[in-house]
């Protein structure tokens, strides 16, 4: 998941506070070279921050009440690195509300981080908390307008390490390190309106950093899929600045936890519609088929909501959508289902 990489440039202006500073962003080298040969992502030391232009903690998930009311939540916190300034972050929090068929989001900006060792670590932004343990837990409050969460998440699952070490190069633009928690599963609150209720449901996580910087141009369609038979897709398909695929790659994770590394020639993805937001005026694929083969599995991707854009000029510069979607399959020839969340920018020029 990649959208912190676009600009950044409204979260550094808030945190250099000088318009000559952010002119330059783009340009700010790498603070160390790239490793000829990338160090392993040691647990628990990698779960917190480190110093490297560009990281994130990506949280989306699924909550359901006693009562039956259903709920998809995004909440994230971008960490950008740059020379001498102060760390600046951002955040992001989304509540698509299948009961009101709504969507809702909200952005800040802040500076503020607490480190305890051990790969435990805070993160505070404008109020918003999220806390990791250092051993696949988490801890996220957000408090909105017309929505606040008090989650509580745990790992199922050891970490799913992307193109089989955790490590993938995006060329001129940089290299990441990168990780999901595929499966953790959730106790908490949800307040609706002011009515608070206990909910239980599932998240996935992405955890990624590294020194690149993307400023414009290209894009990306990201991914996450959750099978009612333990098993879990991460997929995503780059874009360069016409338009056209420049790299698909994935992970899939077998119920017991063991992932393969998924190439491009392993996925089979396609638009099946299309959505334009009125807000934006960007136009966004809108359901989709994809096809593992080596898994046997054939899945149909539709969102729950058709506008779930989030329009986030104030904190990253850009305009995405990022949406719950629900998942009907067969794998080899046998019913599942599933449900994920998927991410799509560079629509909007």
Request: charged fraction near 15%.
């Amino acid at each position: 998941m990649l959208v912190a990489v676009l600009l950044l440039v409204v979260l550094l202006a808030a945190a250099c506070a000088t318009p000559a500073a952010t002119s330059s962003l783009a340009v700010v080298p790498a603070p160390t070279p790239a490793p000829a040969v990338p160090r392993p992502i040691v647990f628990p030391r990698d779960e917190a921050p480190h110093d490297n232009l560009t990281e994130w903690w990506y949280y989306t998930g699924h909550l359901r009440t006693a009562s039956g009311k259903e709920y998809g939540f995004e909440f994230v916190v971008f960490q950008a690195v740059r020379q001498q300034s102060p760390v600046g972050y951002a955040a992001h929090f989304a509540i698509t509300d299948l009961q009101r068929r709504s969507f809702t989001y909200e952005e800040r900006s802040d500076q503020s981080l607490k480190v305890q060792g051990n790969g435990h670590y805070q993160l505070s932004v404008a109020g918003w908390q999220m806390e990791g343990d250092g051993n696949g837990g988490a801890h996220l409050q957000a408090q909105g307008k017309e929505y606040s969460i008090d989650l509580k998440l745990h790992s199922l699952k050891p970490p799913m390490l992307h193109n089989g070490a955790g490590w993938i190069s995006f060329g001129p633009a940089g290299d990441s390190y990168y990780y999901s928690r595929s499966r953790m599963e959730i106790q908490g609150t949800v307040d609706d309106h002011g009515q608070n209720e206990a909910v239980t449901g599932l998240a996935w996580m992405d955890h990624q950093w590294g020194d690149f910087i993307i400023v414009n141009g290209g894009g990306w369609d990201w991914y996450s899929m959750q099978l009612s038979d333990g098993t879990e897709v991460m997929a995503t398909v780059l874009r360069d600045q016409p338009g056209n695929v420049a790299a698909t790659y994935g992970s899939y994770s077998d119920a017991d936890g063991k992932v393969t590394n998924l190439k491009a020639q392993d996925l089979q993805i396609t638009a099946t519609g299309s959505w334009t937001s009125p807000h934006t005026g960007a136009k966004y694929p809108s359901g989709w088929k994809v096809r593992l083969p080596k898994q046997g599995l054939d899945l149909t991707i539709e969102p729950v909501l058709p506008d779930q854009e989030l329009n986030t000029q104030q904190t990253t510069g850009v305009a995405y959508w990022e949406g719950d979607v629900r998942i009907t399959s067969t794998r080899n020839g046998a019913p599942i289902s599933g449900q994920g969340y998927v991410e799509l920018t560079g629509y909007g020029r």
